[in-house]
């Protein structure tokens, strides 16, 4: 499993899963996860809590890879994150209570995966929308 397509596709099948036991195993122990909201955590645990804390918030939560490139040790991965937010999300400005809206949101996430293991992995998802979709932010003004 030292094919990066092969360990960033477990990853996504862990977090279909919900499994957070198998999210851990594909992160380093030393890796770095950037993010909206938190901007870096270090370390497999931060990262692998992270993810869990949108799979609270999100108990229906599915990724589905819509592109991917890859070139020796990077991938780079397009994806739709679809989800009911039905439990408590954590943003820096606190706690989200839940608001029983569905989300469908795009993202990027880009992955550095070196021994069969992610040691680096960028995530980047339009926050605005995010938040509109969830009901936290009005709908922008028509133009």
Request: charged residues 25%; without cysteine; negative net charge.
């Amino acid at each position: 499993m030292n094919d990066p397509r092969h360990v960033t596709a477990e990853g996504v099948a862990a977090l279909n899963a919900h499994d957070e036991h198998r999210l851990r195993a594909v992160y380093a122990e030393g890796a770095v996860l950037e993010a909206p909201g938190p901007a870096r955590l270090e370390g497999a645990d931060q990262a692998v809590e992270y993810v869990m804390d949108w799979l609270r918030a999100f108990p229906d939560a599915r990724q589905e890879i819509t592109n991917e490139v890859a070139a020796g040790e990077w991938v780079v991965q397009e994806f739709t994150f679809t989800g009911t937010h039905e439990g408590t999300l954590s943003t820096p400005q606190g706690e989200l209570a839940p608001t029983h809206r569905r989300l469908e949101g795009k993202g990027v996430q880009i992955a550095h995966v070196r021994d069969g293991k992610i040691v680096e992995e960028r995530v980047y998802f339009d926050q605005l929308d995010v938040l509109t979709q969830l009901g936290v932010m009005p709908e922008p003004a028509a133009v």
